[in-house]
């Protein structure tokens, strides 16, 4: 950029400095050298770009987003919400996908700092709090579907609480041998639904069942596999998502196992497909949409510190009994 600068400055024969006044629209330029400095920039057909006016101005009007998973609904669902906002304010968004992959999610954090956004929005990852903090800092960075600890802002749902009412629902119809599917081992949001159903289960002092799961389809249905094989299969099932509990369907009706006669199943996240599954998904619902906006809304008025918490509900369809 800085040579065509300094062709626009040299045709218009004033300074870069005065050229890049003109630019940015800052600072005083005389009417008649401005005109100048225009008709030079048309004639050489000069077009800044956002980014190079933002490494002088400070404002590219850019932020970053990064999800574990744009596959997944719920994340797309936010990701959604966070850009209708941004779009509405005159922001862009630059998406990133890291896959729930650690290594993706630093080289994208680099990546953004290289292209002078002005805030991240991350929702869900695997990194480790500092290490993510350290990644994006000096940046402000909003969190969504995280729980952090320092004076970063966040958007939450309490997870604990929602896995121990998709647990009481169960409960509630009389399943006698419960089954939980995990989420990926380092997902915050995760590790909170198991710790909700492992002390739900405590309670009624009913012994509690664990399969690991990875949020998506093939996770739900392989475990639904192993499960519905067994000599003793569940007579209820409390998927961490809505994409294992599809899985954990469409395996039972392969299977042969009636819903909800012989299992019911419970999920997470109330996402669109959950209403057209056979039968309809029983399943606690995030509004994932308005927590995108609200992150936005945090990051557009560059609030510190604020933690906005959302309520998990459930949403009752016919998957249960």
């Known amino acids: 950029m800085s040579n065509t600068i300094k062709e626009v400055a040299k045709l218009a024969g004033v300074s ?11 600072g005083y330029v005389g009417e008649k050298t401005r005109k100048k400095i225009v008709d030079a920039m048309d004639t050489l057909r000069f077009e800044p770009s956002s980014i190079a006016r933002g490494l002088v101005s400070g404002k590219t009007s850019t932020i970053g987003l990064l999800l574990p998973d744009v596959s997944n609904p719920f994340f797309a669902e936010v990701a959604r919400g966070t850009e209708e906002a941004a779009i509405e304010s005159g922001f862009t968004v630059i998406l990133c996908n890291s896959n729930w992959d650690l290594e993706r999610e630093r080289m994208y954090l680099n990546v953004l700092k290289g292209r002078a956004v002005e805030g991240v929005i ?35 749902i309490d997870h604990e609480k929602g896995a121990k009412i998709a647990t009481e629902k169960l409960l ?13 081992r380092k997902s915050t949001s995760a590790r909170a639904r198991l710790s909700g159903y492992l002390k739900t289960m405590k309670k ?19 475990a639904a ?11 209820g099932v409390f998927a961490a998502n809505d994409m294992m509990a ?12 009636s819903i909800p006669n012989d299992v019911s199943i419970v999920g997470y996240d ?17 509004p994932a949409n308005e927590m995108g906006r609200a992150a936005f809304s945090l990051f557009k008025n560059r609030v510190s510190e604020m933690k906005i918490e959302f309520d998990a509900k459930l949403v009752e369809r016919k998957s249960t009994k």
């Open 122 to 156: 991350v929702i869900g990852n695997r990194s480790a709090e500092r290490d993510l903090i350290g990644a994006v800092s000096p940046l402000p960075c909003v969190f969504v579907d995280r729980k952090v600890s320092s004076d970063q802002s966040y958007i939450w």
């Open 270 to 286: 109330d996402i669109d497909m959950a209403k057209c599954t056979s039968p309809a998904l029983t399943t606690i619902r995030q």
């Open 16 to 26: 870069v400095s005065t050229v890049s006044r003109v630019i940015n629209n800052s």
């Open 172 to 184: 509630s119809i009389g399943c006698e041998h419960i089954v939980h599917v995990t989420g990926p």
């Open 246 to 257: 599809i899985g954990i369907i469409q395996a039972a009706n392969e299977l042969g196992v």
């Open 204 to 222: 009624s002092g009913m012994e509690p069942k664990v399969l690991s799961g990875n949020f998506r389809f093939t996770g739900g249905y392989e």
């Open 225 to 235: 596999k192993a499960l519905f094989l067994n000599d003793n299969p569940p007579d």
